[in-house]
């Protein structure tokens, strides 16, 4: 299931987010930020997503923090989606909003 050596096509969506949960075989969970704007207050609010990632052999070297680049592909299991493409060590802290 690795895009680089195996039979994955990544089509679609190329996202980045912070990865917050290493407890699954393969699979990682990130976390994505985001602004929603509020129009009758004419302010935004925080709100975030999570998705879970399939991290291919290949990135052994992944940690809870790292920033990743992951691209769409077909349905891998009953959540997963998405696949890793890149790391990124740059991470931000555990609890902050650090896209904005």
Not at 22 to 33: E, Q
Not at 42 to 53: A, G
């Amino acid at each position: 299931k690795c895009p680089f050596t195996g039979n994955v096509s990544i089509r679609g969506r190329i996202m980045t987010g912070i990865v917050r949960s290493l407890k699954m075989k393969r699979t990682c969970t990130i976390r994505r930020d985001y602004l929603h704007y509020i129009k009758k207050y004419n302010r935004f609010e925080k709100r975030h997503k999570q998705v879970s990632v399939h991290v291919s052999p290949c990135f052994r070297d992944i940690s809870v923090g790292d920033q990743v680049t992951v691209g769409q592909c077909r349905p891998l299991s009953k959540t997963v989606r998405f696949n890793v493409l890149r790391i990124n060590r740059a991470g931000g802290g555990r609890n902050k909003f650090s896209k904005f």
